[in-house]
T-cell receptor, first 115, second 110 residues
Framework: DVKVTQSSRYLVKRTGEKVFLECVQDMDHENMFWYRQDPGLGLRLIYFSYDVKMKEKGDIPEGYSVSREKKERFSLILESASTNQTSMYLCASSTDGPAGNTEAFFGQGTRLTVV | DQQVKQNSPSLSVQEGRISILNCDYTNSMFDYFLWYKKYPAEGPTFLISISSIKDKNEDGRFTVFLNKSAKHLSLHIVPSQPGDSAVYFC?????????FGAGTRLTVKP
């Protein structure tokens, strides 16, 4: 079974702190994603990566950066946390199938509260 | 501007009946469509998908229909069961760039 593991289930951080959210997948997937989930807005894509050291902006990259130094690990960084970044953060990974797209597998989520 | 839209935030259905969840998209470059199911405090889990070259895909009680000309897809669950109660997200993908809708909360009443 594919396993996508997010380092924390719950985090509480102070405004202005630098926050690291870590995600590791064990299936050698090429693609990794960071989403945030907010009520009424669904899952919004922050960043995705299709290869080591490669990244693409999603719909809401402002205030975030990412790092992918190794294939299995994709980190989301909040440079200076703000209260409007309080949310559920979801990491996902997928592979490149023969026809191109395949389903993404999700981690359990990190609920971040910025106070 | 959301490229994938689920206009019904909630749906309530009686056990044994059909549940129909709808999804619309705006980007004609999307070529792969998926449905995910999410329980509270868990990550979404993949349910069923369909490629843009098909108009129907079936897996047990779940069937997804795609109408490319209308940029519309739907998920049918027959018969609905109480365990199907969850939030359902529609997703659309182009070159592995995957976008999601806002979700529909399905409640199946015994």
């Amino acid at each position: 079974d594919v396993k996508v593991t997010q380092s924390s289930r719950y985090l509480v951080k102070r405004t202005g702190e630098k926050v690291f959210l870590e995600c590791v997948q064990d299936m050698d997937h090429e693609n990794m994603f960071w989403y945030r989930q907010d009520p009424g807005l669904g899952l919004r894509l922050i960043y995705f990566s299709y290869d080591v050291k490669m990244k693409e902006k999603g719909d809401i990259p402002e205030g975030y950066s990412v790092s992918r130094e190794k294939k299995e690990r994709f980190s989301l960084i909040l440079e200076s946390a703000s209260t409007n970044q309080t949310s559920m953060y979801l990491c996902a990974s997928s592979t490149d199938g023969p026809a191109g797209n395949t389903e993404a597998f999700f981690g359990q989520g990190t609920r971040l509260t910025v106070v | 501007d959301q490229q994938v839209k689920q206009n019904s935030p909630s749906l309530s259905v009686q056990e044994g009946r059909i549940s129909i969840l709808n999804c619309d998209y705006t980007n004609s470059m999307f070529d792969y469509f998926l449905w995910y199911k999410k329980y509270p405090a868990e990550g979404p889990t993949f349910l069923i998908s369909i490629s843009s070259i098909k108009d129907k895909n079936e897996d047990g009680r779940f069937t997804v229909f795609l109408n490319k000309s209308a940029k519309h897809l739907s998920l049918h669950i027959v018969p609905s069961q109480p365990g199907d109660s969850a939030v359902y997200f529609c997703a659309a993908s182009e070159d592995n760039d995957m976008r999601f809708g806002a979700g529909t909360r399905l409640t199946v009443k015994p």
